[in-house]
C-alpha cells in the first residue's frame, strides 16, 4: 500500500476553481493515481472514480468532470493534483486520493473503499451557487 494525504479543499462559488493535491509515500511503480469523491447519502463507504493517471501518463475521466478538471502528478515532489475548474454546486463532496494497479478500470464507477489498494483521509470541498 501506498501512504497518501490530500490537501487544498475548502470552498469556492459556482464558476470558481480550486486545486486538490495529494502527497504520495512509497513505490508507486506498480500503481495508477486517481481521485474519487463520496457525496453524504446511503452508501457511506461508496466513492465515485472520477479522473485517473496511470503509469505512463495517460488519463481518464468520467464524463460530467472532462473539460471541467485536469489530473496530473510531479513524481518529483511525489505529489498528485486534481484542478477543478467552473465548478458548480454538485461538485460538492469530500474528494478522495486513490492508488491501485487497476484503478483506470473503475473511473465513473461507484466502488466501495475496500476495493482500492490505497486512500487518503479525505478533503472536503464545498461549491456554492
Known amino acids: 500500500q501506498l501512504q497518501l494525504a490530500e490537501s487544498g479543499g475548502g470552498s469556492a462559488q459556482a464558476g470558481g476553481s480550486l486545486r486538490l493535491s495529494c502527497s504520495v509515500r512509497g513505490d508507486t511503480s506498480r500503481y495508477a493515481l486517481g481521485w474519487f469523491r463520496h457525496i453524504p447519502g446511503p452508501g457511506a463507504n461508496d466513492r465515485e472514480g472520477l479522473a485517473v493517471i496511470d503509469g505512463t501518463g495517460a488519463t481518464y475521466y468520467t464524463t460530467f468532470v472532462k473539460g471541467r478538471f485536469t489530473i496530473s502528478v510531479d513524481m518529483n515532489r511525489n505529489t498528485l493534483y486534481l484542478q477543478m475548474s467552473n465548478l458548480k454546486p454538485e461538485d460538492s463532496a469530500t474528494y478522495y486520493c486513490?492508488?491501485?494497479?487497476?484503478?483506470?478500470?473503475?473511473?465513473?464507477?461507484?466502488?466501495?473503499?475496500?476495493?482500492?489498494?490505497?486512500w487518503g483521509q479525505g478533503t472536503l470541498v464545498t461549491v456554492s451557487s
Open positions: 486513490a492508488a491501485d494497479p487497476n484503478l483506470k478500470h473503475f473511473v465513473g464507477r461507484t466502488m466501495h473503499r475496500l476495493a482500492v489498494d490505497s
